[in-house]
């Protein structure tokens, strides 16, 4: 239809060549190899989320005929925005067929995938380039199996699927030479399924990288007719509006669920510090990564490098890889760069994207400025908050240049026996600087989540009729730990089985919407800080019965069931927990290795009119709002054993108030003044409106307001104008407590 033949026999060889990347990324995965059915690769909530939007994706759209952007079946019942999430819901159609043998199974496969077809099809853009087969061949391994790329792959499913990134790049490049319809269309399905099968973030990518390369071409003359053509402007035209048609029942989708509130979300996260959190070390790309199952020990003495987060900071280019680059520079130098400027311009122009915001030299922030600020001002496209992942496209070019070298030396050594050892000894040595086999168990615990069964139990929930939600504990990240959405994300991937909402999850991109739904209900709070080794405790200014507001919001929440992940809590902490639930939901229905499952049919209907919700004292956690004074004095000689009883509040410090109906309430409370200070002063609003100020000392005063609730949140704030913003030099309140009144 679009002028192509196929002939086998030219299939062949690249038949071939996949094969060889299959035995590759069999054998360099072979824990997943032995294990495809029941081991994945990665640890954390990142992994069970790549493995729940496989499901969810033909989920909601085959079960439950809904937009797949927007689920109240995570944070039930205010739902999730995943419009901005990292979803690839191609790879959740194209797994359905996979999903019949298990979902892990089907993760492998998709994972596994991605490195062949990331190889073959580098392979086929450095062929086009080079014309040489074995040169293309290692070309394709260093992009396939590039330290960067690997240790996004273990978890990030999107960007284990970057394969269509240099297919994108070759069939641009064939249209702009040939301006052939079956090109445009090769450009066009490759965007498609880079931003689909991968993310938005490669999309964007892809976008820019044809932005320089058409800069590029304009800006030379001897390449600027090959833009200024007609037959040009009309592929360009078929490409663009290929991408259309295909992309339009995604992007409608994405558009319907892109609010305000998630772009607010988005852009909270897309600020220059969080860029430089996630922006790679110029040491990096010159030490073997951590996971490195042979080198691993050069990187010791350079953890600054890569933290907080290795799987973004790992970007270790390699020694070989950089020589035979060299090799090319060298010789291409000498042609002026005739035919790979482009390819120059594009490694440096990425090299400089990946740096982020300030170059980093050894853990350390210098003022020399990258162009990421540059672009990090481009509306849309500072989506895309990790520099690091620029290397991705940096490692491509690499990939080119390395091939060249390997043409280079083979001209150098025609006459030389070693000319057919060179692609060899490369190849050997690359496979040996990236190598990523998890030689020892502590890279095995490393690199590979283990146990992906899931107890029969929640097959049993699922099959139960009704309109019901779950909720799982422990249900808040756990920031003490290595790990630490581990069990949220497990939580996500229980949900596969027993699918009913769940209060609660794990997103890449969580607002504080969410997070409040979670913190204010007590018992998720109490499971917070059991395990935090803090005990049972429900850190809290308020007085109340917290098993009667917990009660309360699990009837609002319309919660089924709620259970109890045992491997988060060692056996004291079970017990305590255990027991709590037990004294108000009565005896668990089910009791395995893994979970606890309670029913919450034994409650009241109806145990309360009216709840108090706040942010708790979460140690280690950025949701911290009220603090107890024994955490905060520090030995300040103005803590007394009020102070030390009392909760502060961060400035401003909220205490929000749930109510079905129309309350009058009369709110007391003891205040005391902010630790470090004799006296103070701090507003109270009501809903946003100015009730008094309260005057503070060091000895307790009782204060108190009579209100009329809303229906619904209502909220207190503590406002100090004098005091920092997000300081806890407000106010320290105690015995806060609710009172109706007629």
């Known amino acids: 239809m679009l002028g192509v033949k196929i002939n086998l026999k030219e299939l062949k060889p690249y038949a071939i060549i996949a094969l060889a990347y299959l035995l590759l990324a069999l054998i360099i995965f072979w824990p997943i190899t032995l294990n495809i059915a029941s081991t994945v690769p990665g640890a954390g909530g990142d992994t069970f989320q790549s493995m729940w939007e496989l499901w969810w994706v033909p989920y909601s759209l085959f079960v439950l005929h809904s937009n797949p952007y927007l689920t109240t079946y995570l944070f039930y019942p205010i739902g999730a925005n995943l419009a901005t999430q990292t979803m690839a819901p191609l790879a959740g159609l194209v797994s359905m067929i996979l999903q019949p043998a298990g979902l892990p199974f089907a993760f492998n496969v998709i994972f596994l995938l991605g490195f062949v077809l990331s190889g073959l099809f580098t392979y086929l853009l450095v062929f086009h380039?080079?014309?040489?087969?074995?040169?293309?061949?290692?070309?394709?391994?260093?992009?396939?199996?590039?330290?960067?790329?690997?240790?996004?792959?273990?978890?990030?499913?999107?960007?284990?699927?970057?394969?269509?990134?240099?297919?994108?790049?070759?069939?641009?490049?064939?249209?702009?030479?040939?301006?052939?319809?079956?090109?445009?269309?090769?450009?066009?399905?490759?965007?498609?399924?880079?931003?689909?099968?991968?993310?938005?973030?490669?999309?964007?990518?892809?976008?820019?990288?044809?932005?320089?390369?058409?800069?590029?071409?304009?800006?030379?003359?001897?390449?600027?007719?090959?833009?200024?053509?007609?037959?040009?402007?009309?592929?360009?035209?078929?490409?663009?509006?290929?991408?259309?048609?295909?992309?339009?029942?995604?992007?409608?989708?994405?558009?319907?669920?892109?609010?305000?509130?998630?772009?607010?979300?988005?852009?909270?996260?897309?600020?220059?510090?969080?860029?430089?959190?996630?922006?790679?070390?110029?040491?990096?790309f010159f030490v073997p990564s951590s996971f490195n199952g042979m080198l691993s020990f050069l990187s010791g003495g350079f953890s600054a490098i890569i933290s907080p987060a290795a799987s973004e900071r790992t970007t270790y280019i390699g020694y070989s890889v950089i020589f035979l680059a060299l090799v090319a520079l060298v010789y291409e130098y000498k042609e002026k760069f005739k035919s790979v400027g482009l390819f120059l311009v594009l490694l440096v122009l990425f090299g400089l994207l990946s740096i982020g915001p300030y170059l980093q030299i050894n853990g350390n922030i210098t003022i020399v400025p990258g162009i990421y600020q540059i672009y990090h001002l481009i509306p849309v496209f500072n989506v895309l908050r990790e520099p690091g992942r620029f290397d991705l496209l940096l490692e491509l070019f690499f990939a080119i240049f390395a091939a060249i070298g390997i043409t280079v030396l083979e001209k150098k050594y025609a006459s030389s026996s070693i000319k057919k050892y060179i692609p060899a000894i490369f190849l050997i040595l690359i496979i040996f600087e990236y190598n990523s086999w998890p030689i020892s168990s502590g890279m095995l615990n490393k690199m590979y989540t283990f146990n992906t069964t899931i107890p029969t139990a929640y097959y049993e929930i699922g099959r139960l009729g009704g309109n019901f939600s779950v909720l799982m504990l422990p249900a808040l990240p756990n920031y003490s730990s290595t790990t630490p959405d581990l069990y949220p994300g497990r939580a996500l991937y229980y949900q596969t089985a027993f699918q009913h909402p769940l209060v609660g999850g794990y997103a890449t991109r969580v607002n504080a919407t969410q997070t409040f739904l979670l913190v204010n209900m007590p018992i998720i709070a109490s499971a917070y800080y059991l395990q935090n080794g803090q005990g049972l405790v429900y850190g809290s200014p308020v007085s109340g019965n917290y098993s009667n507001s917990t009660a309360f919001l699990l009837g609002v929440y319309n919660v089924g069931f709620v259970a109890v992940d045992r491997q988060a809590y060692n056996t004291s902490e079970l017990q305590q927990m255990a027991s709590y639930l037990v004294s108000f939901l009565g005896y668990p229905v089910y009791q395995g290795n893994d979970s606890i499952i309670f029913p919450t049919n034994k409650l009241v209907s109806s145990v309360g009119t009216f709840m108090t919700e706040y942010t708790p004292v979460l140690f280690n956690s950025p949701y911290s709002v009220w603090q107890p004074g024994w955490v905060l004095c520090n030995n300040s000689p103005y803590c007394t054993n009020d102070t030390l009883n009392a909760y502060f509040g961060a400035n401003p410090a909220f205490v929000n108030i749930y109510t079905p109906n129309y309350t009058r309430l009369n709110i007391s409370f003891r205040g005391i003044a902010p630790i470090g200070t004799a006296n103070g002063t701090v507003g109270l609003y009501f809903n946003d409106q100015f009730v008094e100020y309260l005057n503070l000392t060091l000895v307790p005063r009782n204060f108190s307001v009579a209100e009329v609730l809303n229906p619904g949140i209502n909220s207190l704030l503590f406002l100090s104008s004098n005091s920092t913003a997000g300081s806890y030099s407000n106010i320290g309140i105690s015995n806060l407590t609710f009172k109706k009144y007629s």
């Open 129 to 284: 380039v080079t014309k040489h087969r074995w040169a293309s061949f290692i070309a394709g391994f260093i992009f396939a199996f590039s330290p960067m790329h690997t240790i996004q792959a273990f978890g990030h499913l999107q960007f284990t699927n970057i394969e269509f990134l240099p297919l994108f790049l070759f069939f641009f490049l064939k249209m702009i030479e040939e301006k052939k319809h079956a090109h445009a269309v090769g450009a066009a399905l490759s965007f498609v399924l880079l931003t689909f099968m991968g993310d938005i973030e490669q999309g964007l990518m892809a976008m820019l990288m044809a932005f320089f390369v058409l800069l590029y071409f304009l800006a030379l003359k001897e390449h600027r007719r090959k833009l200024l053509d007609k037959k040009f402007a009309i592929s360009l035209a078929e490409m663009a509006v290929v991408v259309l048609v295909l992309s339009s029942p995604f992007i409608f989708g994405i558009l319907s669920a892109l609010t305000p509130s998630a772009l607010a979300t988005v852009n909270s996260q897309a600020n220059t510090m969080y860029n430089e959190l996630y922006s790679p070390d110029l040491l990096s």
